[in-house]
């Protein structure tokens, strides 16, 4: 069993950054593909950025391309998100998860962190 704890949400101005964390432990040994989903009130989860079990591969939403870095440490059972240009858009409960397969952009994922809260003002 895998379980995630995320850190790092809070309230930012627009343009402003956050950096988001997720720690893992259990059967780490296991992941390979990670990623973040958000989810704004009323709306579906929604994919945000993915990574592979290297670090090697990662993808991302169209909507956070060139604003969003997404990293992950092994050594700490860390990913991170790195967010910067920050909108009020980017409002949402941010989950990590992991899965026993490679990274996805899909919500095809087997574990998933408790979600923490980004708000951003305008």
């Known amino acids: 069993q895998v379980q995630l704890v995320e850190s790092g949400g809070g309230l930012v101005q627009a343009g402003g950054s956050l950096r988001l964390s997720c720690v893992a432990s259990?059967?780490?040994?296991?992941?390979?593909?990670m990623g973040w989903f958000r989810q704004a009130p009323g709306a579906e989860r929604e994919f945000v950025a993915a990574?592979?079990?290297?670090?090697?591969?990662?993808y991302y939403a169209d909507s956070v391309k060139g604003r969003f870095t997404i990293s992950r440490d092994n050594a700490k059972n860390t990913v991170y998100l790195q967010m910067n240009s920050l909108k009020p858009e980017d409002t949402a409960v941010y989950y990590c998860?992991?899965?026993?397969?490679?990274?996805?952009?899909?919500?095809?994922?087997?574990?998933w962190g408790q979600g923490t809260q980004v708000t951003v003002s305008s």
């Open positions: 998860a992991a899965r026993h397969g490679v990274a996805t952009t899909t919500p095809r994922y087997d574990y």
């Open positions: 259990g059967r780490t040994y296991s992941i390979y593909g």
């Open positions: 990574i592979s079990r290297s670090g090697s591969n990662t």
